[in-house]
Antibody
């Protein structure tokens, strides 16, 4: 079964850091591009970041650029999101999502998400 | 940067047809995809590209596009189709991924 499982969420103070992980199974992770998407409480979906299959191409939303870093480890079938200088507005459920081949903005497999709460 | 605009809510009688629309300049260059999200669940891809359905998505879901507007049509809406629907595409200027604000579908 194709599956993505996020972890690493939690409560963090403003200005703090957190590292999210996403473990993939059931498909050849190294062949797929990946995205992080978040959803603030009661709000819509917001794209956060993209990474190519070989990590050579990376994009960030303006709202997180310079604070968040996406990475991947194909040996561990895992995707990561290092989040620094966290703000209250970063509070959200964070989803990792697999991109369709050749269409990095279409996402065909999603994890269940991990919740990040930024609060003092 | 570009953005995608959706109406906040739409309703449909059980078994009838409903269209959900998404507008944006980038849609003149790139097809949209559509996601269904039920409360407390992750989004599910229902339509991508010109009009493609992933495996397991009922054929009552279809997509179309004209100019700067993409549409998701549900022909013969079922109670289980009640959900939030999001369109998505990419920025035509940069490389950013865009999501619409979402449309809440109520099946009466």
């Amino acid at each position: 079964e194709v599956q993505l499982v996020e972890s690493g969420g939690g409560l963090v103070q403003p200005g703090g850091s957190l590292r999210l992980s996403c473990e993939a199974s059931g498909f050849t992770f190294s062949s797929y591009e990946m995205n992080w998407v978040r959803q603030a409480p009661g709000k819509g979906l917001e794209w956060v970041s993209y990474i190519s299959s070989g990590s050579s191409i990376i994009y960030y939303a303006d709202s997180v650029k310079g604070r968040f870093t996406i990475s991947r480890d194909s040996a561990k079938n895992s995707l990561y999101l290092q989040m620094n200088s966290l703000r209250a507005e970063d509070t959200a459920v964070y989803y990792c999502a697999r991109a369709l081949p050749s269409y990095y903005y279409y996402m065909d497999v999603w994890g269940k998400g991990t919740t990040v709460t930024v609060s003092s | 940067s570009s953005e995608l605009t959706q109406g906040p809510a739409v309703s449909v009688a059980l078994g009838q047809t409903v269209r959900i629309t998404c507008q944006g300049d980038s849609l003149r260059s790139y097809y949209a995809s559509w996601y269904q999200q039920k409360p407390g669940q992750a989004p599910v891809l229902v339509i991508y590209g010109k009009n493609n359905r992933p495996s397991g998505i009922p054929d009552r879901f279809s997509g179309s596009s004209s100019g700067n507007t993409a549409s998701l049509t549900i022909t013969g809406a079922q109670a289980e189709d009640e959900a939030d629907y999001y369109c998505n595409s990419r920025d035509s200027v940069g490389n950013h991924v865009l999501f619409g604000g979402g449309t809440k579908l109520t099946v009466l």
